[in-house]
């Protein structure tokens, strides 16, 4: 099995499953097409994702995931920068996002695939100047879309989260990879 992804945060969210697996690079160009919705963008480059590593691999169980974050129809990146996530923060305070984890399973060989997009409304409270201050200080969260980690400090940020898989928001969603694992045969647990 391979992780088609350089994210730390799914490594770790894999590993909770038990399954043996390697991560690689998928080296794919995550840039929105023009008039793409953001659902439309997270599903894309999973399946981009899926592609490329299983063109490497065309043996193996390959996992693609990605997640835009979509505020009012407009995606929102990783910030990569202070000044960005700070702009961002300001942009989510008191605002209803949706997060769109998109997640492929499939074996190019046996010509299997699996694809599901989970979203996750995610409201942000009123936040002052202080508060995004104080918060990107404490927790520079640069390489997450939306500027918060929710399985950290950014969870103080919040004032709801709604969903089916509080994993997704982290970036990959396991109980819908866990029915897919089962679905091909795989024991999990």
């Given at each position: ?78 910030p990569g920068t202070l000044d960005a996530a700070r702009e ?30 989970v979203t996750t409304d995610v409201v942000f409270r009123r ?5 995004i201050e104080r918060y990107l200080e404490r927790e520079p ?49």
């Open positions: 099995m391979v992780l088609a992804s350089s994210s730390r945060y799914r490594k770790e969210l894999l590993k909770r499953l038990g399954v043996t697996f390697k991560a690689v690079s998928p080296g794919v160009d995550e840039s929105p097409r023009a008039a793409e919705m953001p659902r439309q963008t997270a599903i894309r480059l999973a399946r981009d994702k899926a592609d490329a590593v299983g063109k490497r691999h065309p043996s193996a169980w390959i996992i693609g995931s990605d997640q835009v974050a979509d505020l009012d129809g407009q995606a929102l990146g990783k961002q923060l300001h942009a989510l305070s008191g605002h209803t996002v949706l997060f769109h984890t998109a997640l492929c399973f499939s074996n190019k060989r046996l010509d299997r695939r699996h694809e599901r997009v936040l002052t100047d202080i508060e969260a640069f390489d997450c879309a939306g500027s918060a980690k929710s399985e950290g400090l950014g969870i103080s940020l919040l004032s709801r989260l709604g969903g089916d898989d509080p994993t997704a928001l982290i970036g990959l969603p396991l109980i819908a990879l866990s029915a897919m694992l089962r679905a091909e045969g795989f024991d999990v647990p």
